[in-house]
């Protein structure tokens, strides 16, 4: 279990406004060397880190962001006050290249594309906005580009052949699972841990894939998992599980 890699969903989620900078900078105290994030794309093309198209759930705003212009979505706390109260009242929605800038040599990254963002504009679209952020940063080698939309992930393969993709999966066979890794080219794959099976386990192996998995917030769920030779896992809670690797449960 030494070597499973530990992922920051949306930093250390449990504990700090998810998808934000005080959740990263949380995530990294605890020592996770790989985090995930969400984005979205307001109106004016900004890429924003943010999971919901909406700001209703994890903000005090209301609105779709995908018709907001920047300053407007800056506007409003993203301190998720129905979890946190007035705590984190100072939060605002990043962007990614400021994310990008504060994790820069200290973490890698995985940048997940909803498909609710994704759009018929292949030319300035999120992706193609998304990996001008990362190569404006310079961290080609330090992100990969998540997507459940096999379209997505086509148009980061083309337009950035040079930055990692991983497919996600929610339910789906395991052929599918191999035939989508194929065809975005991508050497890992992210399904939902009720999808895991000795099956996936020993196609994926032989494919050459790498597995990772989420959402484990429960370290009692670790032994399970270890014979599915695990790449990594994301999680909520991720000073929990990176404590209970380090001690050997």
């Given at each position: 279990?030494?070597?499973?890699?530990?992922?920051?969903?949306?930093?250390?989620?449990?504990?700090?406004?998810?998808?934000?900078?005080?959740?990263?900078?949380?995530?990294?105290?605890?020592?996770?060397?790989?985090?995930?994030?969400?984005?979205?794309?307001?109106?004016?093309?900004?890429?924003?880190?943010?999971?919901?198209?909406?700001?209703?759930?994890?903000?005090?705003?209301?609105?779709?962001?995908?018709?907001?212009?920047?300053?407007?979505?800056?506007?409003?706390?993203?301190?998720?006050?129905?979890?946190?109260?007035?705590?984190?009242?100072?939060?605002?929605?990043?962007?990614?290249?400021?994310?990008?800038?504060?994790?820069?040599?200290?973490?890698?990254?995985?940048?997940?594309?909803?498909?609710?963002?994704?759009?018929?504009?292949?030319?300035?679209?999120?992706?193609?906005?998304?990996?001008?952020?990362?190569?404006?940063?310079?961290?080609?080698?330090?992100?990969?580009?998540?997507?459940?939309?096999?379209?997505?992930?086509?148009?980061?393969?083309?337009?950035?052949?040079?930055?990692?993709?991983?497919?996600?999966?929610?339910?789906?066979?395991?052929?599918?699972?191999?035939?989508?890794?194929?065809?975005v080219q991508s050497d890992l794959v992210m399904p939902e841990k009720g999808m895991l099976s000795d099956e996936l386990r020993d196609r994926a192996r032989?494919?050459?894939?790498?597995?990772?998995?989420?959402?484990?917030?429960?370290?009692?769920?670790?032994?399970?998992?270890?014979?599915?030779?695990?790449?990594?896992?994301?999680?909520?809670?991720?000073?929990?599980?990176?404590?209970?690797?380090?001690?050997?449960?």
């Amino acid at each position: 279990m030494t070597a499973l890699l530990v992922i920051a969903h949306r930093g250390d989620s449990a504990h700090r406004p998810e998808n934000t900078l005080a959740s990263f900078a949380s995530a990294l105290e605890l020592g996770a060397g790989l985090l995930e994030l969400d984005i979205q794309m307001t109106r004016d093309g900004t890429v924003i880190v943010l999971h919901d198209p909406t700001l209703e759930r994890t903000t005090t705003g209301r609105g779709d962001v995908r018709e907001m212009d920047l300053r407007s979505v800056r506007a409003v706390s993203a301190g998720y006050p129905s979890r946190f109260g007035d705590a984190y009242a100072g939060e605002r929605v990043p962007t990614l290249p400021e994310v990008l800038g504060f994790v820069r040599d200290r973490a890698r990254l995985m940048v997940e594309i909803k498909p609710d963002s994704v759009t018929d504009d292949a030319a300035s679209g999120i992706e193609a906005r998304a990996v001008e952020a990362v190569r404006r940063a310079g961290m080609e080698s330090e992100v990969a580009f998540l997507s459940f939309s096999r379209r997505a992930l086509l148009r980061c393969r083309d337009l950035a052949p040079e930055i990692a993709r991983g497919h996600l999966f929610y339910r789906a066979e395991t052929g599918e699972v191999l035939a989508g890794a194929r065809e975005v080219q991508s050497d890992l794959v992210m399904p939902e841990k009720g999808m895991l099976s000795d099956e996936l386990r020993d196609r994926a192996r032989e494919a050459g894939l790498k597995v990772a998995t989420w959402v484990v917030d429960d370290p009692a769920e670790l032994p399970a998992l270890a014979r599915f030779e695990l790449y990594g896992i994301g999680s909520n809670r991720p000073g929990i599980l990176l404590d209970a690797i380090r001690e050997g449960v």
